[in-house]
């Protein structure tokens, strides 16, 4: 399949995970890859974080593609950092024509166990994160004169994650960016959609996650169902997002932007 053939994609949170699906997804499409993940300790999350050796395995899977990877260790927060590498890329490989704004965290809390420390940290990564993506390679779409922006919200961008009160907000904070970047850049012909996964079968699943999860139902054991598959599959394989992101990147998604599209089995209604 070659339908992004010629095109470059930048993607956040590449290391692993739904990243490094959505990134070997877009490559096997003809796309080369520039990437960006922290590949160290995240502040207080209960899983375990991305390590340097498979930002270097993701390049690895995107090389086996015969696409060109562009992968560095940086921080969404950093919006100059982000900045330089949107320029190199465009320098090294000739442009930028998707942009996928993946990387977040997720710490399980109840509302009366978080932290500024949490509410914090998940506004600076999941929200301004995204931001700062945004503004580092709008530009260079701009300059295109066309582009695919896709930004990863959750199932808790559409209803509510409970015992999540700061990613709740950071995810609704995603939707809504979605609708006002849309607006502005669709002047330039720059399309901005969210996706909205549920449970993912992802590394963010490892450590002390699953047990983090299950005390914080305890505490109200009437909203634990919430957000239940109508389908016998609970969780998403990542390759099952990355069918979504690729469509949005696509020129068979050229007249849909502002768009909120779930791969959630249903979740969202239940």
């Given at each position: 399949m070659t339908r992004l053939a010629n095109r470059v994609a930048f993607i956040t949170g590449v290391a692993r995970g739904q990243g490094r699906a959505h990134a070997v997804r877009l490559a096997?499409?003809?796309?080369?890859?520039?990437?960006?993940?922290?590949?160290?300790?995240?502040?207080?999350?209960?899983?375990?974080s991305a390590t340097p050796a498979e930002l270097a395995e993701t390049a690895g899977l995107v090389e086996a593609e015969g696409r060109k990877a562009l992968l560095r260790q940086g921080d969404v927060r950093d919006l100059e950092g982000l900045r330089t590498l949107a320029a190199d890329a465009v320098t090294q490989l000739g442009g930028?024509?998707?942009?996928?704004?993946?990387?977040?965290?997720?710490?399980?809390?109840?509302?009366?166990?978080?932290?500024?420390?949490?509410?914090?940290?998940?506004m600076d990564i999941n929200v301004t994160g995204v931001?700062?993506?945004?503004?580092?390679?709008?530009?260079h779409?701009?300059?295109?004169?066309?582009?695919?922006?896709?930004?990863?919200?959750?199932?808790?961008?559409k209803k509510v994650q409970p015992f999540m009160v700061?990613?709740?907000?950071?995810?609704?904070?995603v939707t809504g960016m979605t609708r006002?970047?849309?607006?502005?850049?669709?002047?330039?012909?720059?399309?901005?959609?969210?996706?909205?996964p549920g449970a993912v079968a992802t590394?963010?699943?490892?450590?002390?996650?699953?047990?983090?999860?299950e005390e914080t139902n305890a505490a109200n054991p009437r909203l634990a169902p919430m957000g239940t598959p109508f389908l016998n599959q609970y969780a998403a394989d990542p390759d099952e997002v990355s069918n979504v992101v690729a469509f949005l990147a696509s020129d068979e998604s050229s007249f849909m932007t502002a768009e909120h599209v779930s791969?959630?089995?249903?979740?969202?209604?239940?």
């Open positions: 096997r499409e003809g796309a080369d890859i520039v990437g960006v993940d922290l590949a160290g300790p995240l502040p207080g999350v209960p899983y375990d930028l024509d998707i942009v996928v704004a993946n990387a977040g965290i997720c710490i399980p809390a109840t509302w009366n166990e978080a932290t500024p420390e949490m509410f914090r940290d998940h931001w700062n993506t945004v503004m580092a390679t709008a530009p779409l701009v300059e295109r004169g066309r582009g695919s922006i896709i930004l990863i919200s959750s199932y808790a961008g700061h990613y709740t907000t950071s995810k609704h904070a006002a970047f849309a607006a502005e850049l669709g002047a330039h012909n720059v399309r901005v959609n969210s996706v909205h590394p963010m699943g490892s450590g002390d996650m699953v047990a983090r999860i791969v959630d089995g249903g979740a969202q209604y239940f």
